[in-house]
């Protein structure tokens, strides 16, 4: 079993940043495909960011302004956000997936509880 925490959400302006912290437990972190993925209000769940355990493989909706990266000492992954907009204002998800390209979200075996992110204009 893993659990996962996530941290580091707030309230920022347009053109801020923030890094959101996602802390895991359990001893096959290193293994699992990590992701980030986020909900704004009246809205389906999207893929912000997605990792290989081993970060040779990244995905991005928006690489230009986010960076997503693991610590697997730390049994950790980030997701460092620059020049925010409003229209990322959402819910923000760590998951995790034991398959090895998830593409569904049903193929993401645990979730966070997620943090919020608000971005004001």
């Known amino acids: 079993q893993v659990q996962l925490v996530e941290s580091g959400g707030g309230s920022v302006q347009a053109g801020g940043s923030l890094r959101l912290s996602c802390a895991a437990s359990?001893?096959?972190?290193?293994?699992?495909?990590m992701a980030w993925f986020r909900q704004a209000p009246g809205k389906e769940r999207e893929l912000v960011a997605r990792?290989?355990?081993?970060?040779?493989t990244i995905i991005y909706a928006d690489s230009d302004r986010f960076t997503m990266t693991r610590d697997n000492v730390k049994n950790s992954v980030y997701l460092e956000m620059n020049n925010l907009k409003p229209e990322d204002t959402a819910v923000y998800f760590c998951?995790?997936?034991?398959?090895?390209?998830?593409?569904?979200?049903?193929?993401?075996?645990?979730w966070g509880q997620g943090t919020q992110v608000t971005v004001s204009s």
């Open positions: 998951a995790a997936s034991r398959a090895v390209r998830p593409r569904l979200l049903q193929q993401y075996d645990y």
């Open positions: 359990g001893r096959t972190f290193s293994s699992l495909t």
């Open positions: 990792i290989s355990w081993s970060s040779s």
